[in-house]
């Protein structure tokens, strides 16, 4: 029914920058909440980004002030704009789509992931 891709990832040094996309097919993109999680080595799946139908943001502490979160609901893509990177923030990032509150049904597609790897 829905499929995310994701790109945009890649190789960069510290304090550098990259902007993830996520390009979803289907037709339930506009009412649905995106959100941007990452896995890193060794470590569990943390949410990283959120964005609700209505364009309301929230962040992880680890990356409030550097990521920022936005959608373009004609282009049925998410973006995920990452500055001042880390190498902390090496990780898998992957897209996610769930139902928005309110809306009687859920639903939870996930893209296959971009790596990002941040050089020291």
């Known amino acids: 029914q829905v499929q995310l891709v994701e790109s945009g990832g890649g190789l960069v040094q510290a304090g550098g920058s990259l902007r993830l996309s996520c390009a979803a097919s289907?037709?339930?993109?506009?009412?649905?909440?995106m959100n941007w999680y990452r896995q890193a080595p060794g470590k569990q799946r943390e949410l990283v980004a959120v964005?609700?139908?209505?364009?309301?943001?929230n962040y992880a502490e680890s990356v409030k002030g550097r990521f920022t979160i936005s959608r373009d609901n004609a282009k049925n893509t998410v973006y995920l704009q990452m500055d001042s990177l880390k190498p902390e923030d090496t990780a898998v990032y992957y897209c996610?789509?769930?139902?928005?509150?309110?809306?009687?049904?859920?639903?939870?597609?996930w893209g296959q992931g971009t790596q990002v790897t941040v050089s020291s």
């Open positions: 996610n789509m769930r139902a928005g509150g309110g809306m009687g049904f859920d639903y939870d597609y």
């Open positions: 964005i609700s139908s209505g364009g309301r943001t």
């Open positions: 289907g037709s339930i993109f506009s009412i649905s909440t």
